[in-house]
């Protein structure tokens, strides 16, 4: 049955990737346009039918675009975004250590010990805790670290962890659009669009810090039952101290350290390059790594560790792909008559074309990967620019549709998996496809409602 099912989507898979490129030929497509976009939503879209053979269909799609002499081994290497990949990897090194010193154990602790405390005031911190974490850290890192938490405190106060862990999984993709680390999708798009960490600080934060706040005061109405019983169990709560591991050993102490000048180092690096007249985003690239390097020299016992087990190499392996083939859409001149007939249809008006970039790309991503999504838009977007179109607020609408529409289903971002994987393993349970829609499509609509009026309303997006 399961075989049955498989060739059954193979078949659906082709026939969608075929017909758009059948469809585009039809529009003034060249046929090798039209067969280098058939391989590319083969790769892509094969995502959302078999997830865990990600990386086998962008190798697969690789290849074939080499052997069909699509693109030539150059401009592949050219078009991986080398520049992305290593920022990845330091930022995944340095964060694979603050994990392990438990600090955030001791923050969660140290919540629950607040006096007087309720349901309210604990969904609030734990939303802001969320959405800071992944602001700093990436959404994966983040809800990691909150579902481990999550389950350790629902343990003590005895009620159930679901809708927390969902509660945690929404701020913390609302979080993620805050900072360029909080995704990497901010990455891409910064070191595409020129964006700097603070500009991310300037435009995306604030944007963020409302969304949040709304966010949770709709959770906070949507899980009102849930919130009372928590608010009674606080009340005569006995919290174990020693649930919540903490390591204060020096070690422990130098990697939170690094991790700090890191940040550090990734906030003020538009001031370190104008200083040093450093190449624009270099420091921004570079610092991860160089931090990363000195991590594992202070920690030697644990370096070979971080490498193999803090990366995620599954997906820095997917990532490198995925912008090597959405860079042939570009040099294949596929982006640019995308553009032009987006302009045809809406123009160039700047409201407009924000709109329809912001909640294309949101409830694109609710679907598919939004690192999928924001790669495949890039091309379009640069393109639009080429045709007058204000380019910047473009990029943020393309940030906080990939970011908020990531709420709207449990397959929308890869947050959403990794925690209903935890809840699954954790407490045997599974979240209705149905239960989460219901929820994630308010929150997901509201917030990009939110960043779309921001974006128009505010010239600082245009800056």
């Given at each position: 049955?399961?075989l049955?099912?498989s060739y059954?989507k193979?078949?659906v898979?082709l026939a969608?990737s075929?017909?758009?490129a059948i ?5 003034g497509?060249?046929p090798?346009?039209s067969f280098?976009?058939f391989i ?8 959302l039918f078999?997830?865990?053979l990600?990386?086998?269909?962008v190798f697969l799609?690789s ?5 069909t002499?699509?693109?030539?081994l150059?401009d592949?290497?050219r078009f ?8 990845l990897?330091?930022?995944m090194?340095v964060v694979?250590?603050m994990?392990?010193t438990?600090?955030f ?7 629950l010990?607040?006096?007087?405390i309720n349901?309210?005031a604990?969904f ?5 805790m969320s959405a ?5 850290m ?9 579902t ?14 679901a809708?927390l862990v969902i509660?945690?999984?929404?701020t913390?993709?609302i979080g993620s659009a ?28 604030p944007?963020?810090?409302v969304?949040l706040?709304v966010v949770i005061?709709i ?6 039952q849930?919130?009372?019983d928590i608010?009674?169990k606080l009340?005569a709560?006995?919290i174990q101290?020693?649930?919540?591991s903490f390591?204060?050993d020096?070690?422990?102490k ?16 538009k001031?370190?390059?104008?200083l040093?007249?450093?190449e624009?985003n270099a ?5 991860p790594?160089?931090f990363?390097?000195l991590l594992?020299i202070?920690r030697?016992d ?11 190499w ?5 990532f490198?792909?995925?912008f090597a083939?959405t ?5 294949s001149?596929?982006?640019r008559l995308?553009?032009?007939k987006?302009?045809?249809?809406f123009g ?6 924000s709109?329809v970039l ?7 991503s609710?679907v598919l990967d939004n690192?999928?999504v ?6 379009v977007?640069k393109?639009?620019h080429?045709?007058?179109?204000n380019?910047?607020p473009l990029w ?5 549709g990939a ?8 397959i929308?971002?890869t947050a959403n998996?990794?925690?209903l ?5 954790e407490?045997h349970?599974?979240?209705n ?5 219901k929820?994630g ?5 509201v917030s990009?409602?939110i960043?779309?009026?921001a974006?128009?309303?505010?010239k600082?997006?245009?800056?």
């Amino acid at each position: 049955m399961k075989l049955n099912t498989s060739y059954f989507k193979i078949l659906v898979l082709l026939a969608i990737s075929g017909l758009a490129a059948i469809l585009c030929f039809k529009s003034g497509f060249s046929p090798k346009q039209s067969f280098v976009l058939f391989i590319f939503l083969f790769s892509i879209l094969g995502t959302l039918f078999f997830w865990e053979l990600r990386v086998s269909l962008v190798f697969l799609g690789s290849g074939i675009l080499f052997l069909t002499r699509s693109v030539n081994l150059e401009d592949f290497i050219r078009f991986a975004s080398l520049d992305v990949i290593l920022f990845l990897i330091g930022i995944m090194i340095v964060v694979s250590a603050m994990r392990q010193t438990g600090i955030f154990n001791l923050l969660i602790l140290s919540i629950l010990k607040i006096k007087n405390i309720n349901g309210i005031a604990l969904f609030f911190l734990l939303g802001i805790m969320s959405a800071v974490l992944s602001a700093i850290m990436g959404e994966v890192a983040s809800i990691l670290l909150m579902t481990a938490m999550i389950f350790e405190m629902c343990k003590s106060l005895k009620v159930k962890a679901a809708p927390l862990v969902i509660f945690a999984v929404l701020t913390t993709n609302i979080g993620s659009a805050a900072t360029l680390l909080g995704n990497p999708v901010g990455v891409l798009l910064a070191l595409r669009g020129g964006l700097s960490f603070e500009d991310f600080l300037r435009c995306a934060f604030p944007v963020s810090v409302v969304v949040l706040l709304v966010v949770i005061v709709i959770l906070l109405v949507w899980y009102r039952q849930y919130v009372r019983d928590i608010t009674s169990k606080l009340g005569a709560k006995n919290i174990q101290a020693e649930a919540f591991s903490f390591s204060s050993d020096n070690r422990a102490k130098i990697s939170i350290v690094i991790f700090l000048l890191m940040l550090a180092g990734i906030g003020f690096h538009k001031r370190i390059e104008i200083l040093f007249g450093i190449e624009n985003n270099a420091v921004l690239v570079i610092c991860p790594v160089i931090f990363a390097g000195l991590l594992m020299i202070f920690r030697q016992d644990k370096a070979i560790y971080y490498i193999e087990q803090g990366v995620d190499w599954t997906s820095i392996l997917f990532f490198m792909f995925l912008f090597a083939q959405t860079g042939v859409i570009q040099a294949s001149g596929i982006g640019r008559l995308f553009a032009e007939k987006i302009t045809v249809v809406f123009g160039t008006h700047p409201k407009l074309l924000s709109g329809v970039l912001l909640f294309s790309s949101g409830f694109l991503s609710s679907v598919l990967d939004n690192t999928v999504v924001v790669a495949s838009y890039i091309p379009v977007v640069k393109n639009l620019h080429l045709m007058q179109a204000n380019l910047k607020p473009l990029w943020w609408c393309i940030l906080f549709g990939a970011c908020y529409g990531g709420n709207i289903t449990i397959i929308g971002s890869t947050a959403n998996i990794v925690a209903l994987g935890a809840l699954e393993r954790e407490e045997h349970l599974k979240v209705n496809f149905i239960d989460w829609l219901k929820i994630g499509m308010i929150v997901g609509v509201v917030s990009m409602l939110i960043a779309y009026f921001a974006v128009i309303s505010f010239k600082i997006f245009s800056l």
